[in-house]
Structure formats: C-alpha cells, structure tokens
C-alpha cells in the first residue's frame, strides 16, 4: 500500500502541474500575435480593384544629385522606395491606392494647398502626402527633410499619369 502512495503522488501532482499549466493566460507576446492575425487587419482586406504594387514603380521621381532611390516594398495596393542620401536613408516615398479605405480621402478635403491641381495635407511632423484622382495617395516620410522638401519631392512623382492609372 506505501508503495502504491509513493507512486500516485508523483502521477497526480504531475497531472495537476499540467492541467494548470495549459490553463494559464496567454502571455502579452502571444495576445498581440492572436490580435494582429485575427484582430481587425483581418477585417481590412485590400480589394480585389487595388493596382499591384510593382505598377506604381514607373511613377515614382527619378532619384537625381546626390540620391539613390531604393524600392523596398511592393504589395497589392501598394509600393514604397527609400530616398537615400549617401547611403543613409533620408526619407520613405510611398504610393497607396486608397480603394480599399475610401475614408483615407477624408483628410484632403480640407486642404487649401494643392501640387499639380491635386489636394495636399501634413500628417504629422514628419509626413505630407497628396491625393491623386480621389484614389491614389502619395506620401513622402522623412525626420530629416523639411516641410517644404518633402512637398519638392511629391513634386516629383508623375501625378498625372498616375492619376490615368484605372
């Protein structure tokens, strides 16, 4: 009979330590992994009229003095270049194509400011963006260009063939 104590002890206190350990809250870690996966992104799907990424290329500035223009992503509804300056990045050049999220217009409606006929807004401190054709938004991104720089750049996309772009 002692023996028997001996040997269900262990079995019932291993069985507890696993039925509590399988029991316990996820980490903060696997909570961020659940809601980035099935939280809303989920719900925010790029529509099947979204542009391919890769046919926004061609409408992005030619990179000049002294810049390189290195395209790092490209996605349904989206393409993005690095403006780099000596081999440093100096700012993030993107094009979005807003179909997916008609209220990312609402901004620009109350733009007095315009490039090329087309609406203009900072969002931020660090990032102007226009509206081209009431789908395509062009933003540049940068901590270290001005105000007035980062509009030069947008300047320097082909608003009006992208705008043709359907």
Do not use: H
Not at 6 to 34: D, H, M
Not at 150 to 157: A, G, S
């Amino acid at each position: 009979m002692l023996s028997l104590r001996k040997f269900i002890a262990p079995v019932l206190l291993a069985f507890l330590l696993l039925i509590t350990s399988c029991t316990q809250a996820p980490s903060r870690f696997e909570q961020a992994q659940k809601e980035s996966t099935q939280g809303t992104q989920r719900n925010q799907a790029v529509s099947k009229e979204a542009e391919e990424g890769g046919s926004f290329n061609k409408f992005f500035p030619a990179a000049g003095e002294g810049y390189k223009l290195v395209f790092s992503q490209e996605k349904k509804g989206f393409a993005q270049a690095k403006l780099q300056q000596n081999g440093k990045d100096v700012a993030v050049l993107t094009i979005n194509d807003i179909i997916s999220n008609s209220s990312a217009k609402d901004k620009f409606k109350q733009s007095t400011e315009k490039i090329d006929g087309y609406p203009v807004v900072n969002q931020g401190k660090t990032a102007t963006a226009v509206l081209v054709a009431d789908r395509y938004q062009v933003k540049v991104r940068s901590t270290t260009l001005t105000e007035d720089e980062r509009k030069e750049w947008l300047d320097k996309f082909d608003l009006n063939s992208l705008a043709r772009l359907k």
